[in-house]
């Protein structure tokens, strides 16, 4: 009998150890460690690797996006231009600079004529009036945005100007500067160009004749005669955009150098909050400036026009400026005035109209590769 309790405890032995063997996990001692070391435990079939996980980027680390923006000077095709447009056709005088315009998210100039037939000149030395077809040259050329505050807007009466702006919206070329009243006048185009929003602002502090300044109920340009009616302007738009870019009518014709009061009116304006000023009128390039780490082009000369008498009268280009974050990269494309165009520069005169950047700009150096660098980095 005690054989037969001595082999049944021994068969119920094995079967506990067997069962125990199968359940519970050994434990091996870590020969590194002498630490009891557990094995890792085994993944469902359907869960993913973590090493494919990428997690979502935060808005705040995400690159800025870059954008081209495109700026030139004063633009008409009236006069001799005009007789070469009747020639050649409309898109003719924008064969070069298409491409570049095209390229560029804003591609922006001052308009210094009427496009229309409307009206009669006024009494003044020069009066300019283009075919209203050039509104649509203007679209096809890739320009998106003009000012039409200037001298020769309202060459033609307010008629012309009010054709002036129509034809331009039916192109779907937006203006600054001008208007139905003194509010249209005043106020921004804001164009949104890859999640940002950009606002583009014009005025003039040459005019022909006082009532050429909108008013509250009859048409005209915005005026930047009183500085503080420009700030005023400017000032309450500015939380509203990314960037703020104000371009102005000003300055002494064929003057290298601009005159105290742009100087004060430029840096008031940055000092405000404006990222960009461009000016135009002198009929010349002028120099370009760095102030507080904002970018003034007090000139940018002619760029369609009548073949100035002068060397200088017919240096033209376009000015690129890349903005991306807080970074403003400009960059300048020489170009010529000829026979009704205006045309990239060969090497010579691209050397010339370089050097004239180089001589007449303040705070910053022209490398180059043509981009207008700063002396100093402000934060």
């Not at 002498?34 to 705040?60: D, G, V």
């Not at 064969?95 to 009669?120: R, V, Y």
Request: contains cysteine.
């Amino acid at each position: 009998m005690s054989k037969i309790y001595s082999t049944l405890f021994l068969f119920i032995f094995l079967m506990t150890a067997c069962s125990v063997s199968q359940s519970t996990p050994i434990i091996v001692p870590d020969k590194k460690n002498n630490s009891l070391e557990q094995p890792a435990p085994s993944k469902p079939a359907n869960e993913t690797p973590a090493s494919t996980f990428i997690p979502p980027i935060p808005e705040e680390q995400k690159e800025e996006p870059k954008i081209l923006l495109s700026f030139a000077g004063d633009t008409m095709m009236a006069g001799r231009v005009a007789d070469i447009i009747k020639q050649k056709g409309a898109d003719y005088p924008f064969t070069d600079s298409a491409p570049i315009f095209e390229k560029s998210d804003l591609a922006i100039l001052n308009l210094e004529t009427a496009i229309s037939q409307m009206g009669d000149a006024k009494q003044k030395e020069f009066t300019f009036r283009s075919e209203p077809i050039m509104a649509e040259a203007l679209k096809k050329a890739g320009v998106d945005l003009v000012s039409v505050a200037n001298n020769h807007a309202l060459d033609f009466g307010t008629e012309a100007f009010l054709n002036t702006m129509s034809n331009l919206k039916k192109q779907g070329v937006r203006y600054v500067g001008g208007g139905i009243n003194q509010e249209e006048a005043y106020a921004p185009a804001i164009i949104e160009v890859k999640g940002k929003k950009v606002q583009i602002f014009g005025f003039s502090r040459v005019l022909a004749e006082a009532n050429w300044h909108a008013g509250a109920n009859h048409p005209g340009m915005a005026s930047a005669y009183d500085p503080q009616l420009v700030y005023k302007a400017v000032e309450p738009h500015l939380p509203q955009s990314d960037y703020t870019i104000v371009y102005l009518h000003w300055g002494q014709e064929l003057a290298d150098s601009p005159l105290p009061y742009q100087v004060q009116l430029a840096h008031g304006l940055i000092d405000l909050g404006v990222d960009l000023v461009i000016g135009s009128h002198p009929h010349v390039l002028q120099g370009a400036e760095w102030y507080k780490g904002k970018l003034i082009a007090y000139s940018l000369g002619n760029f369609v026009f009548t073949t100035s008498r002068l060397e200088e009268g017919r240096q033209s280009g376009i000015l690129q400026v890349t903005l991306q974050g807080d970074d403003i990269i400009p960059q300048f494309i020489p170009m010529y005035i000829h026979q009704g165009g205006v045309w990239l520069a060969d090497e010579v005169k691209s050397q010339q109209i370089m050097e004239r950047l180089r001589r007449l700009s303040k705070d910053g150096t022209w490398t180059d590769e043509k981009i207008f660098e700063p002396l100093r980095w402000y934060k």
